[in-house]
């Protein structure tokens, strides 16, 4: 019952000092005798909270930025009717902001013996598991004078995986690779192919490629085309330490890099390339190895999804060890990391010649796009200021790209809305050049 339907019922009745609170009001109310025994037979016909029996149902993985249904099935056994205020309450990060009140709470009557299902959306702010906090239940007699309260704990968890935004371009890779790999021949040879077909000599090929048994069994000169070797070994290794829990632009540096890794996974693993993951700072935070292309791409989503940056500096000869571990033969070591000149220079270089001299590196680091925005400001003394800190900053990742470049290592430096598609582009001028 309505606070104004209250109020009326009070009236009629009158008053007399017999004291009773409400939680609802702002004090003690002098009510009568006969409204005390009116509520005290609204509270007697409410419906016991404790013995109603809940369950859950409903998506267990959502991806960041989509909304999920959780269902709640309220029954109630006994042998009242449950008029009742449900909180199915979760942690603050399955909301938007300003939304939990409205989609967490829920009225609902439920007849003796039947039972009701009730839907709660959530929309997550971050990725990782959301699990369900307590189920509290309000449940009113049939004056709404007074209500029982109780809890129920209903285990429930959400995964929330990376959105995955860089999908839109792998059709344009795929264009790509198609160009590259099996559907028309590559015309060289070098390492990192294999023999795909003969056909006549023309003009202008390597006169290396010539196939002189096959040649011998017919009138004209045969030749070898070679494609890009499929079967290949790429090791994606993500850095958690300190540098990448920086923001840049709406999202930490380490968000931006799994989402390049995983357009670069679906990439080559339609390429027919094996792909693992390793991601590690001072211990191993995940690791996913020898899945089918089929099933890669999602047990690196799940993988990812429940990654963090740790506050600690990487341990860059654990990671190196980690990674040779990994990758015992010949592979492509995607290295998604910073390039800050101190932990490179003090951590990475002096490691570097133990994954060159077996694997080919490639190093994708993420840039922050408001360095590039301050390099161009202009119109006051502050502005010049920040121009030229800026300037000394790029500066100092040009010089910090150049010292890999010299070990042999391909760099790859862009905006995190960049980061993907040049980390793709990076892998099929690899794969282009033979060197893969």
Same mark, same amino acid.
């Given at each position: 019952m309505a606070v104004t339907g209250r109020a009326a019922l009070l009236a009629a009745l009158g008053t007399l000092p017999v004291g009773i609170w409400d939680p609802g009001w702002t004090g003690v109310l002098a009510v009568n005798a006969p409204l005390a025994v009116a509520c005290a037979c609204d509270?007697?016909?409410?419906?016991?909270?404790?013995?109603?029996?809940?369950?859950r149902s409903g998506d267990t993985s959502v991806r960041l930025g989509d909304t999920a249904d959780v269902t709640l099935t309220v029954t109630n056994p006994s042998r009242r009717p449950l008029r009742a205020r449900l909180r199915d309450a979760w942690p603050p990060s399955a909301w938007q902001p300003g939304t939990e009140t409205a989609a967490s709470r829920h009225r609902l009557t439920i007849p003796p013996g039947e039972r009701r299902r009730l839907t709660?959306?959530?929309?997550?702010?971050?990725?990782?598991?959301? $699990?369900?906090?307590r189920v509290t239940i309000r449940s009113y007699g049939p004056l709404g004078l007074s209500a029982r309260q109780g809890t129920h704990r209903v285990p429930w968890t959400v995964r929330v995986l990376p959105p995955f935004t860089s999908r839109k371009h792998l059709p344009a890779k795929l264009a790509r690779l198609r160009e590259l790999d099996g559907?028309?021949?590559?015309?060289?040879?070098?390492?990192?192919?294999?023999?795909?077909?003969?056909?006549?000599?023309?003009?202008?090929?390597?006169?290396?490629?010539?196939?002189?048994?096959?040649?011998?069994? /017919?009138?004209?000169?045969?030749?070898?085309?070679?494609?890009?070797?499929?079967?290949?070994?790429?090791?994606?290794?993500?850095?958690?330490?300190?540098?990448?829990?920086?923001?840049?632009?709406?999202v930490p540096r380490l968000d931006a890099a799994m989402d390049a890794a995983l357009l670069l996974a679906a990439l080559?693993?339609?390429?027919?390339?094996?792909?693992?993951?390793?991601?590690?700072?001072r211990r191993v935070r995940a690791l996913v190895q020898g899945r089918t292309a089929g099933d890669v791409l999602s047990s690196l989503v799940g993988a990812m999804a429940t990654l963090e940056p740790e506050l600690v500096e990487t341990d860059a000869r654990g990671l190196t060890a980690a990674a040779l571990r990994t990758a015992p033969r010949r592979s492509l070591i995607v290295l998604l990391t910073t390039l800050d000149a101190a932990p490179v220079e003090e951590g990475l270089l002096p490691v570097l010649p133990q994954l060159t001299k077996?694997?080919?590196?490639?190093?994708?680091?993420?840039?922050?796009?408001?360095?590039? $925005?301050?390099?161009?400001?202009?119109?006051?003394?502050?502005?010049?200021?920040?121009?030229?800190?800026?300037? /000394?900053? /790029?500066?100092e990742r040009h010089r910090t790209a150049e010292q890999l470049r010299r070990h042999g290592v391909t760099v790859v430096d862009a905006v995190p809305d960049e980061i993907a598609p040049a980390l793709s582009d990076a892998y099929l001028a690899l794969k282009a050049a033979g060197r893969l």
């Amino acid at each position: 019952m309505a606070v104004t339907g209250r109020a009326a019922l009070l009236a009629a009745l009158g008053t007399l000092p017999v004291g009773i609170w409400d939680p609802g009001w702002t004090g003690v109310l002098a009510v009568n005798a006969p409204l005390a025994v009116a509520c005290a037979c609204d509270f007697a016909l409410a419906a016991p909270v404790r013995r109603l029996r809940l369950s859950r149902s409903g998506d267990t993985s959502v991806r960041l930025g989509d909304t999920a249904d959780v269902t709640l099935t309220v029954t109630n056994p006994s042998r009242r009717p449950l008029r009742a205020r449900l909180r199915d309450a979760w942690p603050p990060s399955a909301w938007q902001p300003g939304t939990e009140t409205a989609a967490s709470r829920h009225r609902l009557t439920i007849p003796p013996g039947e039972r009701r299902r009730l839907t709660t959306r959530l929309r997550p702010t971050r990725r990782g598991d959301r $699990q369900a906090d307590r189920v509290t239940i309000r449940s009113y007699g049939p004056l709404g004078l007074s209500a029982r309260q109780g809890t129920h704990r209903v285990p429930w968890t959400v995964r929330v995986l990376p959105p995955f935004t860089s999908r839109k371009h792998l059709p344009a890779k795929l264009a790509r690779l198609r160009e590259l790999d099996g559907r028309t021949s590559v015309l060289t040879r070098g390492e990192g192919t294999e023999f795909d077909s003969l056909r006549e000599y023309v003009p202008g090929d390597d006169t290396r490629s010539i196939d002189w048994r096959a040649t011998a069994r /017919q009138s004209a000169v045969a030749v070898r085309t070679w494609r890009p070797e499929r079967d290949r070994h790429i090791l994606l290794v993500l850095d958690t330490g300190r540098t990448s829990a920086g923001r840049v632009g709406d999202v930490p540096r380490l968000d931006a890099a799994m989402d390049a890794a995983l357009l670069l996974a679906a990439l080559a693993s339609r390429a027919g390339d094996r792909v693992d993951l390793l991601a590690y700072d001072r211990r191993v935070r995940a690791l996913v190895q020898g899945r089918t292309a089929g099933d890669v791409l999602s047990s690196l989503v799940g993988a990812m999804a429940t990654l963090e940056p740790e506050l600690v500096e990487t341990d860059a000869r654990g990671l190196t060890a980690a990674a040779l571990r990994t990758a015992p033969r010949r592979s492509l070591i995607v290295l998604l990391t910073t390039l800050d000149a101190a932990p490179v220079e003090e951590g990475l270089l002096p490691v570097l010649p133990q994954l060159t001299k077996r694997h080919t590196v490639l190093l994708a680091s993420v840039a922050d796009p408001h360095i590039a $925005q301050m390099a161009k400001a202009r119109g006051s003394t502050e502005a010049v200021y920040e121009a030229a800190a800026a300037a /000394q900053a /790029q500066a100092e990742r040009h010089r910090t790209a150049e010292q890999l470049r010299r070990h042999g290592v391909t760099v790859v430096d862009a905006v995190p809305d960049e980061i993907a598609p040049a980390l793709s582009d990076a892998y099929l001028a690899l794969k282009a050049a033979g060197r893969l």
